[in-house]
């Protein structure tokens, strides 16, 4: 059962969501059974069917990826922003496996499949993170691989979510408004913003001067923590937003880099960070040369720096959070409001 206390957001112009997960294990049925989860799984059901239609309209291949791996995508080196889960084996405890935080590297071994031009999937992914209201520990994954630098995959980006945003209000406008009459409206007006490009740098500047706070400083790096990113999203609020090019030891080995920082790009909207992309290393040297600079082992990457060496290849990609899509969607900022059935590491969550 969880732990954390819990509160609903309220909207002056809607309907909240009336979740009490303290009390999940005792109040599902009234829980499910309530206006506003139908409402959201409704929502889901059609973001789900969008979805795979549009991969589908975009030559992208629809894949089904184990859940288990030897090869975490966020290891446990520098970079990395997130824990993995251990599974251990009763038959042997010395084996090592992981429950898979991304199936990134199972679509960068797809597009070695002939004829195979970009790869996605929609699956449940596991991260070690303590659950709050930006983070779960089991989260609805889409993420896409493409065999494209990674401006071509931000168009493909964009083009998603304005085709999806685009449908959702056609089709479920009352769905969008029932949690804040605005959202349709807001939706709409989103739909004509222009992009705007942001170097990490940048931003860097204008938090060192407007907002100290959004800055999480150590001996090694700087980054951009959620407050900063809250900070830009309202700083740039008539913009699509994306920030571009974090410093190379910010982010995992896998990214390609130039002149130290990474070619990568988050879309930030909604809550913060709501998709994460980048182009990947292009081959064996490239690969091996960040795996070491990263300290991690390249034992643990054999596989990985095999396919690197045999097939080098441009490859990019993204990942998005389904929770936090929805969120975006219907004005909220609690992602634990938007979960169908919650769960939280080493805690008893019944059904």
């Given at each position: 059962m969880l732990e954390f206390p819990y509160y609903a957001k309220k909207y002056k112009k809607g309907n909240s969501i009336t979740v009490n997960f303290k009390n999940f294990k005792h109040d599902f049925i009234k829980h499910i059974s309530s206006e506003s989860y139908a409402k959201i799984l409704t929502i889901y059901s059609?973001?789900?069917?969008?979805?795979?239609?549009?991969?589908?309209?975009?030559?992208?291949?629809?894949?089904?990826?184990?859940?288990?791996?030897?090869?975490?995508?966020?290891?446990?080196?520098?970079?990395?922003?997130?824990?993995?889960?251990?599974?251990?084996?009763?038959?042997?405890?010395?084996?090592?496996?992981y429950l898979a935080d991304s199936m990134q590297f199972h679509l960068e071994l797809f597009l070695r499949t002939k004829n195979v031009e970009s790869v996605g999937y929609i699956a449940p992914t596991f991260r070690g993170e303590n659950v709050d209201e930006r983070h779960l520990h089991q989260f609805n994954h889409f993420e896409i691989e493409t065999k494209k630098p990674l401006v071509e995959t931000k168009k493909m980006i964009i083009n998603y979510l304005k085709y999806l945003v685009k449908n959702l209000v056609k089709t479920h406008s009352a769905e969008l408004n029932y949690f804040n009459e605005n959202n349709v409206p807001r939706l709409l007006k989103w739909l004509n913003f222009d992009q705007y490009n942001l170097l990490f740098t940048n931003a860097i500047k204008i938090l060192d001067e407007k907002f100290k706070e959004g800055i999480d400083r150590t001996e090694l790096?700087?980054?951009?923590?959620?407050?900063?990113?809250?900070?830009?999203?309202?700083?740039?609020?008539?913009?699509?937003?994306?920030?571009?090019?974090?410093?190379?030891?910010?982010?995992?080995?896998?990214?390609?880099?130039?002149?130290?920082?990474?070619?990568?790009?988050?879309?930030?909207?909604?809550?913060?960070?709501?998709?994460?992309?980048?182009?990947?290393?292009?081959?064996?040297?490239?690969?091996?040369?960040?795996?070491?600079?990263?300290?991690?082992?390249?034992?643990?990457y054999k596989w990985y720096l095999e396919m690197k060496e045999k097939t080098p290849m441009i490859t990019s990609g993204f990942g998005l959070g389904m929770e936090r899509l929805m969120l975006f969607l219907i004005g909220k900022n609690d992602i634990r409001e938007v979960q169908l059935i919650p769960r939280e590491t080493d805690k008893e969550i019944l059904p």
């Open positions: 059609e973001i789900n069917f969008l979805t795979y239609k549009w991969m589908r309209d975009n030559n992208v291949k629809i894949v089904n990826c184990p859940i288990t791996t030897q090869s975490i995508s966020s290891p446990m080196g520098l970079g990395s922003d997130s824990l993995p889960y251990k599974v251990i084996s009763k038959n042997n405890p010395n084996f090592e496996f790096l700087l980054n951009i923590n959620s407050k900063g990113e809250k900070f830009l999203i309202n700083y740039f609020s008539d913009k699509i937003l994306w920030l571009d090019n974090f410093p190379e030891i910010n982010v995992p080995f896998y990214q390609k880099s130039k002149d130290g920082f990474a070619i990568n790009s988050d879309l930030l909207m909604g809550i913060g960070e709501i998709v994460g992309s980048g182009e990947r290393c292009f081959d064996y040297n490239e690969t091996l040369k960040s795996l070491l600079n990263h300290k991690n082992n390249p034992q643990n």
